[in-house]
Structure formats: C-alpha cells, structure tokens
C-alpha cells in the first residue's frame, strides 16, 4: 500500500467516502443565474453584536435580491469558548428584525448539517484527502518544543510561526510519522503550505477592489488535536460543499485571505467571490475606535430591542451605512418599502462606519411617525409584552383607549414624532388609563 494512504488510514480508519462522493452528495444549487448564495456564520460565544446584524443584513439582502440563498451556520469548533444556547438566541434576535434565513441550524435544509461540530465526518474526509496527497500531515510538536521555536525566532528576529525550516514535523517521514502514532503520540494536521513569501497573493475584493498580500508561509494548523477542525480549515470546508458563491463578512478577516485563496488552490476547488464588510466603528473624542462588546451598549442587538427600537427604523439606518446613495433615494421614494433598495457593492464606504444614534433615533422618529394607528399600536403591544409587562396590562385592561391614543395627532401632513421607540410610550401616556390617572392625583394629593 502507498505510504501516505498507509497514514492517512491510521489516522482516519473509519472514513470509507472520499471528495468525489461528497461533490455528489451536495452538488452546486440549481439557481437562476446571477443568483448569490451568502451566509452568516456565528460563533456562539455570546449575543447578537450590532455589527453581525449589519453583515447579516447585507448577506441577507444580496441574496434575496439575486433570487440566491441565504443561509446561517453555526461555527461551533472552539468548544472552549462556547456559551450554551446563544446559537439560538442569535437566530431569535435577527428573525426580531425579519431576516429569516433560508437554510439553518434550527430549519434545517438540503446542504447541512448546518452546525459544524456536526460535520466532521465531511472534514475527515477532506483531511484524509490531503494527508494522501501529501498536503497535509501530523505534528507532534509539544507547547514546549513550539515555544522553543518562538524563542529562537524572537533570538534572531525572523517571523514567528511554524514554517519552512522551524516545522520540524513537516520533514518527518510517513513511516516515522506512523511510528510516532503507533507508540500513542499525541498530534495535530497541519496543512503543508507551498507559499512563497516572495510572492503575491491577490484577492479582488467586491468591495475594496484589488488586495495583495504576501502568500501564507505558514503550516497552519487544520485540525486540533481533539480531532476537531480550526477555523481556517472548517469554514472553507463548509462554504464549498454547501455551495457558498459570496462570502460577506467582516473586515477583520481579510488578512487571513492569503491562508484560504492557498487553502482552495491546493485542493482545487473553485474560489467564492468576497467582500469585506466595514466594521463598525464608535467616536469617542477626535478618535475613532471599534464597537467593543464590553464597553459599548451599541455593540449588542439586545439593548435596541429591550429598548423598543422599531426593527424597520433599525434596518433602514443600518441601510444608510451600507450604501452611500440609500438616502438620496429614501428622500426620492419616502413612502418605499426600504428592501425596493438595491444594495451595491461598488456603493459601500471603505473607511469603518461610524454608529451614530443621533441618525438613528431620527429615523426611528420617522419611521415611528409614519405608522398607522393601529400599527404603532400593535408593535407596541407585542414589544411590551416581552419587555414591559406593566405597559402591556395597562394595554390590556383597555387596548380600544390605547389604539385611541395611538392616533392622536397621526396621519395628515404633520403626524406626531415625538416617540423615538416604543419604550417612550408609555410615560407619556400612562395617566390616560384609570388606574395611573388615579395613581397621579393620589401622589398629588399626598405631596
Ligand atoms: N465564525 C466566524 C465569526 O464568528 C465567521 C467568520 C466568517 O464569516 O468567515 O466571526
């Protein structure tokens, strides 16, 4: 038997399939032609960050105008970092705002599983694949030997990493990597870069037209030694064989493009077209930094929907920083639904987007403002049932009065904005109701 097919079955005894049968098995989608299949690919380590609704609703959009898919898969191979149950909060919260995938790891569809920990009886055979071929191998580098190496790399001041010379395991052979195995060593697969630093490696980005970047020297690791995937290796893995044409994320990949542009030609696979969305920056005095989970409100979905946000106003401002020409066409087409907007890549702003909730409670303001009666009354209604149960009752207990008030100073040519969101409601209008009318001339009485 060949020696590397002799390995790779040592590693993999049980995966009987190769490449060829998972081609068959989730073959290209039968779309119109033009048609974009897209995707958002959460991790779930924690809530919905503004900027994730951002690239969801850019992906989501591009899809649905080209008549493509647009589906969402869970990226859960860092077990470490998991917090249970925040996969499905992440498809809760964005449904809150009508992007419903078509494709996901709660609906389900033709191309899943859509949850990677799922998968890795397709990753095994792709890594197996490449062990036979000579692209990938295993490495028994310990957390000792590895820091060894950065030591000596920081001594003479050469790039850190696991490359050329210092990828010790690399220049292993098949035989001493089988021994190594047999006596029980513990090992990762790392794929055998052919890069050469010398030279370019070049993306067209949708977004930011033509990138080069040095090609990856490094032999990066595509499978841990819990057998489980990185995330390198899985994504690219998942958006071939579930038939991804644009891959939207955030900008702070970019730099890894080298590593998947090399990751794709070694296996041959057809590359997807990428954009690079911008990432959402925050001012704070003359400096412009990124939204930070920890520091910002703004930076989680869940803050503008516990404070009653309409989710229209939130998209449309969210539409504003997509494309730069949105609001010269709101202005032309006010009454519009805000998805007759045909985004376009070519019209998306390069610098980091600046959040601005100044510019989105104005919208809100608008948007608020330009609902029907019994539109802004059943929004209202539905949001403080789920997080205002007080207002909710004070609802209830008479919903005929609540529509009444609703249409106070409403339609006609100058309609009422003084609600930014729903949670404004409430306090302006509580004393109409008996039972805080009551309430109001008691503490009146009293003081
Ligand atoms: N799971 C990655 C993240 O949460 C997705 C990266 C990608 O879209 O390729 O950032």
Known sequence: MNIRLRLANLIF??????????????????????????????????????????????????????????????????????????????????????????ESFVSGGTYGPYVQSQRKFIYDIVIKHLIEQGLAYPCFCTHEELDHIR?????????????????????????????????????????????????????????????EFPENVQDIVIMKSDFLPTYHFAHLVDDHFMRTTHITRGEEWLSSIPIHLQLFEAIGWEKPLYAHLPVIMKQEGDKRRKLSKRKDVEASVRFFLEQGYPAEGFLEYLMTIANTNFEEWRLDHPMANIFDFKLDFQKMSLDGALFDLEKLSNI????????????????????????????????????????????????????????????????????????????????????
Not at 43 to 49: A, D, I, V, W
Not at 165 to 173: D, I, N, Q
Not at 195 to 202: I, L, N, T
């Open 13 to 102: 005894p049980e995966v009987k399939k190769g490449i060829a049968d998972l081609e068959k098995e989730f073959p290209k989608r039968q779309l119109p032609e033009g048609a974009m299949v897209t995707r958002f690919a959460p991790s779930p380590t924690g809530f919905l960050h503004t900027g994730s609704l951002f690239a969801s609703l850019v992906s989501w959009r591009y899809a649905k105008q080209s008549k493509g898919v647009f589906f969402c898969r869970l990226e859960d191979t860092d077990q470490k970092r998991e917090i249970s149950g925040s996969g499905d909060k992440v498809l809760e919260e964005l449904s809150a705002f009508g992007i419903i995938p078509d």
């Open 151 to 211: 030591a000596e790399q920081e001594a003479k001041k050469e790039n850190p990493g696991y490359y050329g010379a210092y990828a010790k395991c690399r220049h292993l052979s098949e035989i001493e990597a089988i021994n190594k195995i047999e006596e029980g060593k513990s090992f990762v697969i790392r794929f055998r870069s052919n890069g050469d630093e010398e030279k370019k490696a070049v993306v067209d980005d949708l977004i930011r037209g033509r990138i």
């Open 364 to 447: 809100s303001k608008e948007r608020l403002g330009a609902m029907s009666a019994s539109e802004i009354a059943m929004n209202a209604t539905t949001w403080a049932k789920e997080y205002q149960p007080e207002f909710a009752r004070a609802i209830e207990s008479d919903s005929h009065l609540f529509e009444q008030l609703m249409s106070i100073e409403r339609g006609g040519e100058k309609p009422r904005k003084d609600y930014i969101k729903y949670s404004d409601i409430f306090p302006i209008i509580q004393f109409m109701f008996d039972e805080y009318y009551q309430k109001a001339i008691d503490e009146e009485l009293v003081f």
